[in-house]
Nanobody, 121 residues
Framework: QVRLVESGGGLVQAGGSLRLSCAAS????????MAWFRQAPGKERESVAR????????DYADAVKGRFTISRDNAKNTMYLQMNSLKPEDTAVYYC??????????????WGQGTQVTVSS
């Protein structure tokens, strides 16, 4: 079992930046690829960014390429999402997820509880 806890969400103006963190419990953090998802009101949950077990392979949704950066620190059992040049359409609840396996293609095995990001225009 892996417990995931997100932090760092909040209210920011368009063009601003936020950094989300996801702290994982347990000693097997580097056994999982990880990902950030988001869900806006009335919309389906979507994958935003993914990272493999070692951090040297990443994948991004087209909507965030060039603006968001996913990273991880296996020594700290923590994953990050640096979000720059935020837009109102980035407003959503952001979820941390641990994927099945070590590669970015895996399905979600564990979810965090989510953190709200609101971007004002």
């Amino acid at each position: 079992q892996v417990r995931l806890v997100e932090s760092g969400g909040g209210l920011v103006q368009a063009g601003g930046s936020l950094r989300l963190s996801c702290a994982a419990s347990g000693r097997t953090f580097d056994s999982y690829a990880m990902a950030w998802f988001r869900q806006a009101p009335g919309k389906e949950r979507e994958s935003v960014a993914r990272i493999n077990w070692s951090g040297d392979s990443t994948d991004y949704a087209d909507a965030v390429k060039g603006r968001f950066t996913i990273s991880r620190d296996n020594a700290k059992n923590t994953m990050y999402l640096q979000m720059n040049s935020l837009k109102p359409e980035d407003t959503a609840v952001y979820y941390c997820a641990a994927l099945r396996g070590v590669w970015v293609q895996g399905s979600v095995r564990y979810w965090g509880q989510g953190t709200q990001v609101t971007v004002s225009s």
